[in-house]
């Protein structure tokens, strides 16, 4: 009877939250971003000397973020209207938290990253930097494949915090063109 009944109120459920998100304007954050990047869109990503494994894994991500976060498409450069060029900008490693042998047991690292965006819209740089903590055996050192794994974390929640800005951006476009209409 429990299960009938729930089956019966999903559907109403599904169009109330419909009508509440279609309500309030939300909006995804696609709709924003396409106020500041256009349709085709380039990603350079500039090699670190310190880091230059970290490349491919940046350009990845990149590239799945246009594709279906931004709702682009990836194209050679020759033919793309927005040029995203991202940079590794160095991390920096410092201990959190000590055993009572001091030894270090939980680190945060600091990764900075640099994006320039060049678009038929404007061009501006974001600089971002994302912190990321971990736990680390008290026994054991900051090993290479521990500081790449944290390298990458905080790649992404830089990647993540470049979006979001993006959509800022979006939205502060959005609301200038309706002001400027109701002059």
């Known amino acids: 009877m429990q299960k009938n009944l729930m089956r019966r109120q999903l559907p109403l459920l ?3 939250l419909l009508f509440i998100l279609g309500g309030c304007g939300y909006k995804p ?12 869109i380039y990603v350079d990503v500039l090699v670190s000397h310190s880091e230059p494994e970290n490349a491919v894994y940046v350009k990845d991500a ?3 973020m246009v594709i279906n976060r931004f ?7 020759a033919r793309a209207q927005t040029l995203i060029t991202a940079s590794y900008d160095g991390t920096r490693f ?32 974001r600089s971002i930097t ?16 521990l500081r790449i794994e944290a390298i990458r974390v905080g790649m992404a929640k830089a990647l ?5 800005y993006a959509a800022s951006q979006g939205a502060l476009h959005e609301k200038d063109k309706k002001k400027d209409q109701l002059k």
């Open 29 to 40: 954050s696609t709709h924003y971003i396409k106020n500041v990047f256009d349709d085709s």
């Open 130 to 145: 994302s912190t990321v903590e971990e736990n680390i055996d008290a026994s054991s050192t900051l090993s290479s494949s």
């Open 94 to 125: 410092s201990p959190v938290s000590y055993d009572a042998d001091g030894y270090i047991t939980r680190y945060r690292a600091y990764v900075r990253m640099k994006f320039d965006i060049k678009t038929s819209k404007g061009d501006f740089q």
């Open 71 to 77: 709702g682009g498409r990836v194209v050679p450069r």
């Open 14 to 16: 599904a169009i109330v």
């Open 160 to 164: 993540d915090q470049f979006l979001a």
């Open 62 to 64: 990149l590239h799945e």
